[in-house]
């Protein structure tokens, strides 16, 4: 059983979803004027692409409307952490452009299709919730931004019990009716990798006298919030991108998808503690401990197994993202 399935199997035991068809149905609500309500709403499962640790100093007591006395410096670094639009594929990479700038250019370019006083207060209120949730050159943050809050606000603390602990076994295959959804694509390949603090990374294929049996780990899933986000525009008709196809944000597509705006991440997922129970042959045993007594990182695929010298052991796993119906329609 791999991570995605070990992941999806635990998760759900957390969270009711409710998951529709992919079949179209349509709710009228004005004369010419109709939502979609029944897209895919079935959640997206990306493990990273890379392995990731992070430092949970960097987060710590985030500004908040609870937290009115946090840093601002904390919020925006977690701003970063989680604001890179995903690419559209099974593992996640960030793209170079950020949810909020993407978005903002959907907004700001939105026009009504149709004369419907409904779409055009949704446009309005889109733009306006984007711009009074932004802040600008506060506690030496650059520029304006918005934010991104995380609940639980204090997921940086691993030493409480909210870390919950799960463990796979890759010599079992399993196939759960899993509630997620996963992009296609094709499987890691089973490699140690080795980095420095100078980010030089190497790489090896595990031997094929190499077993490992177990991976075990405690993981947290935080969701994401964005006040300035209005979800309801893309699943609106009677708006446009002028100059743009329709489907120019996100064609709605599971298989395949190369809109702008394709999915946006709900929650990260987070990891600690993590071990290895494996047999490993002697050429890997050695690389594992060369690289280890010189302080480096040490990873399989996406996981982090042996963090760098001084630093912590939190990760990033994987994320879960809403895909964004087909727009404009």
Known sequence: MNLFEVLSKDIEQDRAFKTTTKHSKK????????????????????????????????????????????????????????????????????????????????????????????????IADSKQSLELTKYANMDDTPGAWAPIQATPSDWYDTSNNRYKSIEFDLSKAGNPDSRFAIIGGKEASGKLQFSNNKKQIKTKNLDI?????????????????????????????GWLLKGQPKGFCSSGDLDANDGIFSIVP????????????????????????????????????????????????????????????????
């Not at 010298?309 to 119906?325: A, E, M, R, Y």
Request: aromatic fraction near 8%.
């Open 27 to 122: 709710a009228i609500l004005t004369e010419s004027l109709e939502v979609d309500a029944s897209t895919l709403t079935k959640p997206i499962l990306q493990l990273n692409a890379l392995p990731m640790t992070i430092n949970p100093d960097e987060f710590k007591n985030a500004y908040s409307s609870e937290n009115p006395k946090g840093s601002l410096s904390s919020l925006w670094a977690f701003r970063q952490l989680v604001s890179p639009m995903p690419t559209f594929s099974k593992y996640y990479n960030p793209s170079n452009r950020s949810t909020e700038s993407v978005y903002a250019s959907i907004v700001k370019g939105a026009s009504t299709s149709v004369d419907s006083p409904f779409i055009t207060q949704i």
């Open 266 to 329: 709900s929650s990260i997922i987070l990891g600690c503690n993590l071990s290895v129970d494996a047999n490993w042959s002697e050429s890997d045993q050695k690389h594992i401990n060369d690289s280890v007594s010189k302080g480096e990182q040490v990873s399989i695929d996406n996981l982090v197994i042996h963090p760098e010298k001084g630093k912590t052991d939190l990760q990033v796993i994987g994320w879960v993202s809403k895909l964004i119906p087909f727009s404009p329609k």
């Open 209 to 237: 006298t190499t077993e490992i049996k177990k991976i075990s780990m405690k993981y947290l899933e935080v969701s994401l919030s964005r006040e300035w986000y209005n979800e309801t525009l893309f699943s609106t008709y």
